[in-house]
């Protein structure tokens, strides 16, 4: 029961943190939102601060119990997973109206600068991240279904830097045009 | 000395915008780094919003003029001008700390879902960016130096995610290996 309030308290006020930003959201919201009063919300966070981090967490959570079937379905070489991958996000962002982008580039780009633990929470996440890209990557270069000069840190590396901008266009664009930019072009020449 | 104050605003202004985020920004702290009344804002700005899509327009102008001898250097190779373009960027991020990021990168991220005014000024701001870049690929495509299967204004799309991810992540990395990653990957990779 405790740990359903404290992840439905997450649900809602990361729903509004995602859209509106870290900054913009008040604690009132947060509680109206999840219909809670304030005396529940400091049981589980201790600052809105320590509710940002635990989003972080909650965030890559969710992201790894959806995206794992996905990152380990053996009936698919590397590259196929990799791509479905991006395409779950695409699907995602397709049925949000192409807005949102990514939580943890988000809180990234908000508090990255001003915010020494939330960058150091979000740079591990990040490079969660680059590491499971990596990984798919130097499974195809094994399957020789890749060119082996390219490192695949480094390419996974560049590939999270072109997905979160990708996210940050779309954002302007308001439409699928950088995600399917991205797509064709990371797996059809990037990768190809 | 009406346009210099104007000027003077949008400089102090933007300096704290560009760190801090735009709505963590009071309007209190541009009047004290301008040191201007508020009455003085009021009569170049008819409200905060005004002053922060004004800012949009500073940016472009003030990148124009630091960067149009890099990308119109007739003595290199479209591809170099590209290239030292970006370095151009890589050495301001560098002597700031590497924090900031883009300001046209980082109030879409902010305001692109939830201002409908500033996502189109700031689409146009990113579609102008595109352009540019788009045009030094074309060059290099007349030129024999680029291969010719590619679209120069897909690439571009994709080359300015690259590099609004990167300095994303470069915020969250605090510190070079994002940018030098970006450099790497477009010059020696994509473009190679």
Avoid at 68 to 81: E, F, K, S, V
């Amino acid at each position: 029961m405790k740990t359903d309030t404290r992840e439905h308290i997450l649900a809602c006020g990361g729903r509004i943190i995602h859209h509106k930003g870290f900054t913009a959201t008040g604690l009132q919201e947060i509680l109206k939102a999840a219909d809670v009063p304030k005396g529940s919300f400091y049981f589980y966070f201790k600052s809105k601060e320590a509710f940002g981090l635990a989003l972080v967490d909650h965030y890559q959570s969710l992201f790894a119990v959806q995206l794992r079937p996905i990152l380990t379905d053996a009936t698919r070489p590397p590259l196929q997973r990799l791509a479905r991958f991006f395409l779950w996000f695409r699907d995602y962002f397709a049925q949000e109206g192409y807005i949102k982008g990514c939580p943890i580039g988000n809180l990234t780009q908000e508090l990255g600068d001003t915010n020494p633990m939330f960058r150091e929470k979000l740079n591990t996440a990040l490079e969660n991240l680059i590491r499971g890209v990596a990984k798919q990557l130097r499974q195809a270069q094994d399957r020789g279904e890749l060119r082996r000069d390219l490192s695949p840190e480094e390419m996974s590396r560049f590939i999270i830097s072109a997905w979160q901008g990708a996210l940050i266009r779309m954002k302007a664009a308001a439409g699928s045009e950088p995600l399917d930019n991205f797509q064709t072009i990371v797996f059809e020449v990037l990768l190809a």
